[in-house]
């Protein structure tokens, strides 16, 4: 069965400095992957999905940036982090059909 | 775009009583996902429906499929401490270039 894996668990960064996120995925191959994002006890904020190698769809404008360079690799980024950025990052694949599966999230804060 | 309504926000309910939450849309969809996350995880899977009018259980949660497939609803009997968390109505994408769409969550607190 499909794993995800997010690194790192918790993250505490500057207003400023640089960002990134790494999702790794087992079990599975040419999976759909997603990135969402969500504020203390609010919803989940799609930012990015690809369907495959070095495909990238943006939901939102910001100054984040994803990035896929192996089929179970996932990547988010940011070059200059801000307040509103923090949050909890959720990694999710999906097969093209069935359920979503969520990976374990990465808190950040950006202080 | 689609959009599902889901409802209500938020409940505080107290230990043993019954949950009710609900998903609408002005789509129709094939199928209708509940998830659960709990405080700090990612969501997990909770039940699937793929049959209108499908009434499936996991445990003390019931949910079903409504008929005219543009609702679900999500039923809890008898809530303990650990039901606390955010529950998500999800229907996936239609096609490999689509998105999984998401209700904005019901948030169950459980007072003492």
């Known amino acids: 069965s499909q794993t995800i894996h997010q690194w790192p668990a918790t993250l505490v960064q500057p207003v400023g400095s640089p960002l990134s996120l790494e999702c790794t995925v087992e079990?599975?191959?040419?999976?759909?992957l997603y990135w969402y994002r969500q504020a203390a006890g609010r919803g989940l904020q799609l930012l990015f999905y690809?369907?495959?190698?070095?495909?990238i769809s943006s939901e939102v404008p910001q100054n984040l940036s994803a990035s896929r360079p192996q089929d179970r690799q996932f990547i988010l980024s940011s070059k200059k982090l801000l307040l509103s950025d923090s949050g909890f990052y959720l990694c999710a694949l999906w097969m093209g059909s069935g359920e979503l599966f969520f990976g374990e999230g990465s808190r950040l804060t950006v202080l | 775009g689609q959009q599902l309504n889901q409802s209500p926000q938020s409940m505080f309910i107290q230990e043993g009583e019954d949950v009710s939450m609900n998903c609408t849309s002005s789509?129709?969809?094939?199928?209708w996902l509940w998830y659960k996350q709990d405080p700090g995880e990612g969501p997990v899977l909770l039940i699937a429906l793929y049959k209108a009018g499908e009434l499936t259980s996991n445990g003390r949660l019931t949910a079903q499929f409504g008929i005219t497939r543009k609702d679900s609803f999500l039923n809890i009997s008898a809530s303990i401490p650990s039901d606390v968390g955010i529950y998500f109505c999800?229907?996936?994408?239609?096609?490999?270039?689509?998105?999984?769409?998401f209700g904005k969550g019901t948030r169950l607190h459980i007072l003492p």
């Open positions: 079990g599975t191959s040419n999976p759909n």
């Open positions: 789509s129709i969809f094939n199928t």
């Open positions: 999800a229907v996936p994408p239609r096609n490999r270039d689509d998105k999984i769409i």
């Open positions: 690809s369907v495959g190698i070095g495909q």
